[in-house]
């Protein structure tokens, strides 16, 4: 009988991680915070709740509504290329597997929000004196880190 090698499928719980600690903790914000409400934390770090009707750093959130169905179709697209990619790696390839799955998380948590109230929820408030660095939230990060990790994996595939 022949064994069936693992794919990087086997990182899908770190997708689902993300997913649930992204969504949990915006369900937190939405229970616990007034729009707009900032509560300061650290000398350069503020809970503040916005809404993001755009994507990253609010691109196109000035627009008729349709960048709602755009990302969500993008957040998809994104999302069944990196499966696919997965399903064809090896378990072996633990930086990319781990980076696609957290963007898969990532994405569709921002995506699921996005459709269910037609804009995604933020709430990290990085600052220094005047400057903000823009709002973010848990799914961000991931996709961030994914985004890193696949720049880390190339420089070392680079190296051997």
């Known amino acids: 009988m022949t064994k069936i090698p693992k794919s990087g499928l086997s ?15 915006k369900y937190i914000v939405v229970q616990k915070f007034d729009l707009h409400e900032s509560v300061n934390v650290l000398p350069v770090f503020n809970l503040t709740y916005v809404r993001n009707y755009g994507a990253a750093f609010s691109f196109l959130a000035e627009h008729d509504g349709w960048q709602k169905f755009f990302f969500i179709g993008l957040a998809v697209v994104i999302s069944c290329m990196l499966l696919y990619f997965m399903a064809k790696s090896e378990v072996g390839q633990k930086l990319q597997n781990a980076a696609y799955a957290l963007i898969i998380g990532g994405a569709l948590a921002n995506a699921v929000d996005r459709a269910y109230n037609g804009y995604v929820i933020d709430f990290f408030d990085f600052y220094w004196r005047d400057w903000h660095y823009p709002v973010f939230n848990v799914a961000d990060i991931a996709i961030c880190v994914g985004a890193a990790l696949i720049a880390l994996d190339a420089f070392k595939q680079g190296k051997k």
């Open 11 to 25: 990182f899908l719980w770190l997708s689902l991680l993300a997913f649930v600690l992204d969504l949990l903790t």
